[in-house]
């Protein structure tokens, strides 16, 4: 089973690769560099794909990427937004179109080495901000890619989703128990050395860790004030649900 | 009417962008340098909307190209093929995921500035090699995008294809009452600085012309010999089809 996976250095991502790799899975591992501002990410994934003794393609398109107006990811003259994927501001760190393009670009290659997968990290979390990263997406864009390359890549080719119904409090606790180190993962969307602790993507990390019991290990310039989920666990636990 | 429009700077994508011209559509033209051998062709895409004042980015995405495996189109260890589209061999020129790979860049691209269209120069010649020139094709890959960028883009947003039904032959007539300056246009798949005449684009080219009607002011380095277009022609012509 080959599968080229789309590695951005997150935590979601990471333990997706850890994931396959467990299960003996031969990969190729993907990454973008889009303009993003937080290239930190892609230290983690060549690191840790290295570390598993992985191949890994960094493909460039940032052209692309900062031709995209207005979005807080890429334009160094817009902010990027703080508070929760929930809030209307996040809107902002919309990239459209970058799972298109991302996937597309993967199943070309995976079509040309004969490859089984494209596997992709996207999850339940990202669904009411990131379009592209619901079911309905991800399943039309799979039936257009094989008929686009009919005849060019396996009949069974498909992509990949094993964590697309999972919260990323799901996927911490898998990424523990799998033994990935979740420390050299990278959430946040600031440019910043440590993580900002306060976009969307830094708030929504600092919660999964809490969710799933897993101590985190991350240095965060601030820290989130969680004290409503870390009170939902309390209760829960006291009683026994 | 505002279009994203590809123009890779052959016949086809040059008329398309002269034909939305000549109907006052405004129009970002989009190239691509995928790693492609026949890099000339970027000039006249340069040159050509830049005559017609219209705004040009190119975007590279060579890292893509390059990591396919075994194209001829951009592998410098691979001939490109002569002889017809039907033959066998033809399918070396097949770059898989790449019309899914340009169509996602524009349309993200659309996306992000309002725009109406996703302009591209598919016509009813490349269906037989291309499965990424087909209609189902391209109908599934609109469908799938406008998901992926809901409430992203315009909901009206979509891929215009006008030449999908066309051969290249009605391309070449339509281009021809345009002005389109044919002459500057690029077709040929070799890296050469001439047509080369021979592979399954440049002999697709020297027919288009003659069925057309239309003299072709290329020059070949080998001229393709095609009597029996122009034994057909003169028969229709006699028989007053």
Chains 1, 2 share one sequence.
């Not at 940032?62 to 003259?77: E, M, N, S, V, W």
């Not at 919309?94 to 290659?109: D, F, K």
């Not at 008929?147 to 060019?152: A, I, M, R």
């Not at 009949?155 to 050299?184: E, H, W, Y």
Request: charged share 20%; with cysteine.
């Amino acid at each position: 089973m080959k599968s080229i996976t789309l590695v951005s250095g997150g935590m979601d991502s990471v333990t997706l690769m850890y994931q396959l790799h467990s299960q003996e899975a031969e990969q190729l591992i993907l990454s973008f560099y889009y303009g993003q501002k937080h290239t930190k990410e892609l230290d983690g994934a060549a690191a840790l794909s290295k570390g598993l003794g992985l191949d890994q393609l960094i493909i460039d398109i940032d052209d692309y990427g900062l031709a995209i107006k207005g979005c807080a990811l890429t334009d160094y003259r817009k902010d990027v937004p703080h508070g929760h994927y929930e809030a209307e501001t996040m809107r902002d760190t919309v990239v459209p179109g970058r799972n298109a393009v991302m996937l597309s670009i993967a199943w070309g290659l995976a079509a040309s080495c004969g490859a089984d997968l494209v596997s992709c990290a996207v999850h339940s979390g990202d669904h009411y901000i990131y379009p592209d990263c619901r079911p309905e997406f991800i399943s039309a864009l799979s039936g257009a890619l094989a008929l686009g390359t009919k005849g060019h890549a396996k009949d069974t080719l498909k992509i990949n989703t094993p964590f697309i119904k999972m919260t990323k409090g799901d996927i911490c606790s898998l990424g523990a128990s799998l033994d990935v180190p979740l420390q050299r993962t990278w959430t946040c969307y600031e440019g910043g050395s440590v993580h900002c602790g306060e976009c969307g993507s830094c708030i929504e990390r600092q919660e999964a860790f809490i969710i799933a019991g897993v101590d985190d290990p991350t240095t965060y310039l601030v820290k989130h004030d969680a004290s409503h989920i870390s009170e939902l666990k309390r209760i829960s636990s006291h009683a026994g649900i």
